[in-house]
């Protein structure tokens, strides 16, 4: 959508004022059409209000065009100026262009056809020179008239306020009062001297002027004959020249519009220069200043990089003479850093790894699990430690992995990183141990002896099932209770409590203890720590009530054949010496013995033994 353009149209006949509206409402819609039907109407409007243009009618009922263009100029309104003027109207058109309008259309045929496209150009030209710092329409300006004629200096002021109202003139009539008036504050655009003055040539006032750094455009007016000197004025600086000959009044309000216009841009230029001389300063110490910043930054950039190369170099020194497996992967599970280690596992050269998924290497169910688990660290942002396993030469193996993600600048993750360590050797171990301290507790439950580990305290850590069955409670009521207030119900050891004994001996002990009808027999082993002090022990309670049985039916034994070897051992004795005697008394009588002495011999008389 075009933006709208704002135009006031001074027309007195309403009939041309609708059709206009109507015309620019159905062929130019952009436009804002305001009517005002006289000239002070219109001159009160735009002293309020703001236009993009204005539309003037030649032929008002109050006045008429031109004398609008003088009160708009002495307004100062900066908004352009089209005038409607009819068939033979030029005289009127060179007035109201020198005026200050901008451009003309006659009211004559299909002119409104051609209207919209006048005033969007001269609302796009006023635009361009509002943009470029350029004048958009005649504005008030004041001109200092040095001069020593009477007769002229009343001349020439009254020809400017009929031709060209917006130039407000300040007479003075010598050179070294126009310097007093210039070397006040002031508001003079522009200074028109004569070249012959009485107190001071125009030259050296022109010069003059120079040294005293009066910044404004000089116009010198030079009678015939004068021309030489009006070009050294030139030289000097002036902006132009204008010989006394006829009609010269006329010419003269376009000079000053020119001389006034050149110097706007002069002085335009010298801002430009300024502005550009320090622009290229500035931008020279720019220069400078980001080359150093760029030859600092290029430093720094190669200390950066050296110390990531030296930061990688470091990491893949690490990742290489560790055993643990080091690597990293993208969102998609390329590899992205494969350290020594697992290069040598997987049997494939890294460079060749390096963007390979694990699919390309591993089964396809160990790759799915790993993937998996990669998969959680990156959802999560979260590291994990988890077990994995890996299909070897040697068979399977398993590895505790550390896994975490890969974040960038922005906190967004881009990969996963893991370090997995070889932990197969600890599993089997694990298991070995598992079994061993399965095996020792079926043991430990096997036996037919009571069996509690005892801490430093005499509190039981551990019990079997023997203890179980012996006592007829379950073991988790032992756990933490003193052994004598299991087996004697007492809030203190018994005299004589192997326990104590074995503390202070650091050796075995033991005792027999009659509980009931049973006999039992207490064994106290005591558990030393590295420095051989004290630190528990291992308590064993036997059942020994069939032994002790047996040893006293053993012992009656004993004393019933000690009774019945006492009652036999003296007739054996007697026996015997019956038995040498006949061996005697047969010798006597020259006849053999009729019993061996062998027999004799190995019981000798007067002995106890059978």
């Known amino acids: 959508m075009n933006p709208t353009i704002r135009v006031l149209y001074v027309e007195d006949n309403p009939h041309d ?11 130019a819609p952009e436009f804002e059409i305001e009517i005002a039907e006289n000239g002070k109407t219109a001159l009160k409007l735009a002293r309020e209000r703001e236009y993009d243009a204005l539309l003037l009618d030649r032929n008002l009922p109050d006045m ?15 908004a352009p100026v089209v005038i409607v003027t009819g068939l033979g109207d030029e005289e009127l058109v060179v007035q109201a262009l020198r005026l200050g309008a901008t451009d003309y259309v006659r009211k004559h045929g299909d002119y409104l056809a051609t209207l919209p496209t006048i005033l969007r ?16 329409s005649l504005r008030r300006r004041h001109i200092l008239y040095v001069e020593q004629n009477p007769a002229d200096l009343d001349l020439l002021p009254r020809h400017l306020a009929e031709a060209a109202p917006h130039l407000t003139v300040t007479t003075a009539q010598s050179c070294g009062q126009a310097l007093q008036i210039l070397s006040q504050p002031h508001r003079l655009d522009l200074v028109l001297t004569d070249l012959r003055m009485p107190d001071m040539p125009g030259l050296d006032f022109l010069r003059e002027a120079n040294h005293q750094g009066i910044s404004l455009p ?8 004068d021309e030489e000197a009006a070009v050294a004025a030139l030289k000097l600086g002036a902006y132009d020249y204008i010989v006394k000959r006829e009609n010269y009044l006329t010419q003269l309000p376009y000079a000053i ?13 010298v801002r430009l220069q300024t502005e550009l001389a320090a622009l290229n300063q500035s931008l020279e110490q720019r220069v400078k200043d980001r080359t150093a910043e760029l030859e600092q930054e290029i430093a720094e950039r190669k200390r950066a990089e050296e110390a990531v190369a030296a930061s990688q170099k470091l990491l893949q020194d690490i990742t290489d003479n560790g055993t643990s497996l080091v690597y990293a992967l993208d969102q998609q599970g390329r590899f992205l850093l494969i350290s020594r280690s697992l290069e040598s596992v997987l049997g494939v050269p890294r460079e060749t790894l390096i963007g390979k998924t694990r699919e390309a290497i591993l089964p396809p169910e160990i790759a799915a699990a790993h993937r998996d688990n990669d998969l959680q660290v990156m959802n999560d942002r979260q590291p994990i430690a988890v077990e994995e396993e890996n299909n070897e030469s040697d068979g399977k193996h398993t590895y505790l992995s550390m896994k975490f993600p890969l974040l960038d600048p922005q906190g967004r993750v881009y990969g996963v990183g893991g370090v997995s360590t070889d932990i197969t050797e600890r599993k ?15 043991t430990f439950d096997s036996t037919n002896n009571a069996i509690w580990i005892l801490d430093q305290e005499q509190r039981v850590l ?15 009521e032992f756990i933490g209770k003193h052994c004598w207030e299991i087996v004697h119900g007492t809030a203190q050891p018994i005299p004589e409590c192997p326990i104590l004994r074995a503390r202070n001996s650091l050796r075995r002990e033991s005792m027999e203890l009659q509980i009931g009808e049973g006999w ?27 032994r002790k049985r047996a040893e006293a039916q053993l012992t009656e034994q004993l004393d019933e054949l000690r009774r019945w070897h006492q009652a036999t051992l003296g007739r054996e004795t007697r026996i015997l010496d019956l038995k040498r005697e006949v061996n005697e008394l047969l010798a006597q009588a020259g006849q053999p013995p009729r019993y061996p002495s062998a027999e004799i011999a190995q019981h000798p008389i007067g002995t106890d033994n059978p």
Do not use: C, M
């Not at 000089?218 to 004959?225: A, L, N, R, V, W």
């Not at 005591?526 to 308590?539: E, M």
């Open 17 to 27: 004022a609708d059709l206009t509206r109507s015309h620019f409402e159905f062929e």
């Open 64 to 78: 008429d065009g031109i004398q609008v263009l003088k009160e708009l100029a002495a307004l100062g309104v900066q």
């Open 121 to 136: 150009r001269v609302v796009a030209e006023s635009k361009k020179k509002k943009a470029s710092g350029q004048a958009v």
């Open 218 to 225: 000089f116009i010198i007016i030079t009678g015939k004959g």
């Open 257 to 269: 519009e020119n001389a006034l216009a050149r110097f706007q841009l002069d002085q335009a230029n």
């Open 428 to 442: 089997r171990a694990e298991e070995a141990t598992v079994q061993a301290a399965q095996e020792w507790q079926t």
């Open 462 to 476: 551990r019990s079997n099932k023997t203890a179980e069955r012996l006592f007829r409670r379950p073991r988790e």
């Open 520 to 546: 039992f027999e207490v064994t106290v082993d005591p558990i030393l720590d590295a420095a051989g002090r004290y630190d528990g022990a291992v308590h064993i309670i036997s059942d020994i009530t069939e």
